[in-house]
């Protein structure tokens, strides 16, 4: 079965940040993931882990000012000094956490930015994170978002991301697969499994349409995590759901996958 890591920026969100790394523990979870690290230390975060014996997955780079609406930096040509300080910024923070994977938002592409100079520097922003990324051993993963939960977001569809995967030709540059904005926004989640394995550095997971957890809508995760098996994935399953009512309350899909960890 697949190894689930607990994306805490959506799961225990009923305790404080610090406390949900040993519910997600107590829950099952193998792994830990969330937006952002940039609110602690390294030190701090790599204590909450080693606390409870679980590996870093994934972050963000820092995506500009969240609280402003912004959802990413690298299309965005005027951003583009601020966009390198963020990448040495996330890889101090990966070199003390362990993570590999790092996920680069695109950002929102602003009326009067054309597609052609977004993708021009999105390309370059990609190469240089890339290229950085390579120096620590680390991957840098690119997410299509469906554009009804982030209107404008640059990078929508899997095709779109396989296409630039492609233009830079850099091992270390992933697909993060999030299935639900894929049923969003295209469908077709087992054919693109297949399809773009060999891209695929990350998955994350949540039911559509509510965007709950995986046994709450339209898609059987069951085939899938079945397929994802059989396709010999080896990488990590996010779960970045809003949970219907509680986190608790809502884990007994976990709970016919994995069995209750121990320390
Ligand atoms: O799917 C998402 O929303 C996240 O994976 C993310 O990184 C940006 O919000
Ligand atoms: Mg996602």
């Not at 978002?145 to 779109?160: R, T």
């Not at 894929?182 to 773009?196: D, K, M, N």
């Amino acid at each position: 079965m697949p190894k689930f890591a607990a994306n805490l920026s959506m799961l225990f969100t009923e305790y404080e940040f610090p406390k949900r790394f040993v519910h997600a523990a107590a829950a099952g979870f193998s792994g830990i993931e969330y937006l952002f690290p940039y609110d602690y230390t390294p030190a701090q975060l790599k204590q909450w882990l080693d606390d409870q014996s679980l590996p870093q997955v994934l972050f963000n780079l820092p995506a500009g000012r969240w609280d402003q609406g912004e959802r990413g930096l690298a299309c965005l040509p005027d951003r583009q000094t601020e966009f390198q300080e963020g990448v040495h910024i996330a890889m101090e923070y990966a070199n003390t956490l362990g993570n590999e994977l790092m996920h680069c938002m695109a950002g929102i592409r602003p009326e009067g930015l054309s597609y052609t100079k977004a993708l021009d520097t999105y390309l370059t922003n990609l190469a240089y994170a890339t290229d950085i990324a390579a120096q620590h051993n680390r991957v840098i993963c690119i997410e299509p978002i469906n554009p009804y939960d982030m209107p404008g977001y640059f990078l929508q569809q899997s095709e779109q991301a396989v296409e630039i995967i492609n233009e830079l030709n850099r091992t270390n540059l992933k697909l993060q697969y999030d299935i639900y904005h894929a049923q969003r926004v295209e469908g077709h989640i087992s054919h693109t499994l297949e399809r773009f394995l060999t891209y695929i550095g990350h998955i994350q997971i949540a039911n559509s349409p509510g965007r709950h957890e995986p046994h709450l809508g339209e898609i059987n995760y069951d085939f899938i995590f079945h397929l994802v098996d059989h396709l010999g994935y080896a990488g990590w399953i996010g779960c970045e759901y809003l949970p219907a009512a509680t986190t608790a309350e809502g884990l007994s899909w976990l709970r016919r996958y994995q069995p209750q960890r121990t320390k």
